[in-house]
């Protein structure tokens, strides 16, 4: 019998869900620092700073583990806040150290209707604060509705930037932007800001996959998507993660790939919501929940840090409203998820995930004020 036991542990294993493949590692969060209003967004600046963008128009800067009291930019005066509005992220240019750029995302009726403006400053090396004077309007784009802004920016592993957009607000999608290349709703962007055109604040990467379709706007990546609330790159695979709220029932999340049709408002998750309303293919969730485990989804990030080794390539992400938090593991579209976990329950709102040089993990609590960071138990 004994001779067996190698035998059965290992049949056992292979009868075993994928999912249950890696045991849940044992975390907790811890409080990092306070006093914040309404934290939408969380970045390192690469020369071990983080900067937090609170959702009214301003920039706070921690410096040596102390957040600082004024802001480092204040854009109040042209930021349209309140509900999904306002102020929605920051990144720093990967090049921040030597060229002092940073590009923001911002709601605001400064020019009249509501509209999405992403936007360029500039700061001297290692300056505490930035003068809002040296705005440059990289993109801007209508919105008809007030929610559904998305507003995620990052610079992926190629160097170009990338941008999300929600489907332009009320429910159900009314206007079809998410299955419509004509539009910049519903989509996650692609441009590249080092190479402007002439007279142009960026251009169009050639291998863009709607590069030279017929009423298609270059800038899309990807389409399909009602409001991708928070998107990231593995900084190990270079996948694309992003949380896409759900409209009635099921919020899921998606690796992103170039080209690709996510569904909205086709469908909503793997399910039929409008499929008269279909542009091609679709590409099925890596996951989806339903309203017995929230109803808001925050996209994360893959854990690459050295501290949590148990928690080594697992993606985090959240649900804003019951502050679940999961862990979640797969190599790509339509390979198996092989660790599938609630890790814990935060007891408050988590607007943002954010993630430092070192690949340290920080939630965001939208109603506290407060950042946290995801350390083991």
Known sequence: ?????????????????????????????????????APVALAD????????????GTLRIVVNGQLRSEPCLDLRDRVKSGGERGLLSVVFHPRYKENGRLFVNYTTTRNGPLETVVAEFHAPARALKVDPATEKVVLRFRQPYSNHNGGQLAFGPDGMLYIATGDGGSGGDPQ???????????????????????????????????VGTPNARPEIWDYGLRNPWRFSFDRKTGLLWTGDVGQNH???????????????????????????????????????YGRSEGQ????????????IPALQGIYLYADFL????????????????????????????ISSFGEDHTGALYLLDYGGGRVLRVIDR
Not at 45 to 56: K, M, N, P, S, Y
Not at 180 to 206: C, F, H, M, Q, W
Not at 299 to 307: A, H, I, K, S, T
Not at 327 to 344: I, R, S, Y
């Open 1 to 37: 019998m004994p001779a067996l036991l190698p035998f059965l542990a290992l049949l056992l294993l292979s009868v075993l869900p994928a999912a249950l493949a890696r045991e849940a590692p044992s975390l907790q969060i811890a409080p990092f620092l306070s006093g914040l209003e």
């Open 322 to 349: 019951s502050g679940n938090v999961w862990g979640l593991e797969c190599a790509g579209n339509g390979q198996p998820v092989t660790f599938d976990a609630l890790l814990f329950k935060a007891p408050f709102n």
């Open 45 to 56: 600046d690469g020369t071990g700073r983080l900067v937090i963008a609170e959702q009214r």
């Open 176 to 210: 079809q932007h998410g299955q419509n290349l004509e539009t910049l709703l519903g989509k996650i962007l692609r441009i590249d800001v080092d190479r402007p055109g002439e007279g142009e604040t960026y251009s169009i990467p050639a291998d863009n996959p709607f």
């Open 250 to 288: 099921w919020e899921e999340i998606d690796i992103v790939e170039k080209g690709k049709n996510y569904g909205w408002s086709a469908r909503e998750g793997t399910h039929d919501f409008k499929p008269e309303r279909g542009n091609g293919p679709m590409v099925d969730p890596v996951k989806e």
């Open 296 to 307: 808001s989804v925050t996209g994360g990030y893959v854990y690459r840090g050295e501290e």
